[in-house]
């Protein structure tokens, strides 16, 4: 069993940054690849990042490709979403997600095969 607790959202202006944290606990850290979603009022959850075991693979959705950068510290058992040049459009709740699978390559555009999720933590970017 892994527990995951995200922080580090809020209320921000359009062009602001804001990074969130997921802190893993339970079994190791490494086991697993990680991945963020959110979710939208009205609107499907769906992939934003994803980052393999050992943080060399990463993946992102077209909408946050070259704005947001996922991370992952496996001695603080912690996985990072950093995002700049915030925009309206990424107000959404976003979730921190955990897969079996280390590659990262079943989390890559599919919440599917996650494994564990977070509570979420709610973003919203004014304009």
């Known amino acids: 069993q892994v527990q995951l607790v995200e922080s580090g959202g809020g209320l921000v202006q359009a062009g602001g940054s804001l990074r969130l944290s997921c802190v893993a606990s339970g079994r190791a850290f490494s086991f697993f690849a990680m991945g963020w979603f959110r979710q939208a009022p009205g609107k499907e959850r769906e992939f934003v990042a994803a980052i393999n075991w050992n943080g060399v693979t990463t993946y992102y959705s077209d909408s946050v490709k070259g704005r947001f950068t996922i991370s992952r510290d496996n001695a603080k058992n912690t996985a990072y979403l950093q995002m700049n040049s915030l925009k309206p459009e990424d107000t959404a709740v976003y979730y921190c997600?955990?897969?079996?699978?280390?590659?990262?390559?079943?989390?890559?555009?599919?919440?599917?095969?996650?494994?564990?999720w977070g509570q979420g933590t709610q973003v919203t970017v004014s304009s």
């Open positions: 997600a955990a897969d079996r699978d280390r590659s990262a390559t079943s989390l890559y555009g599919s919440s599917s095969q996650v494994d564990y």
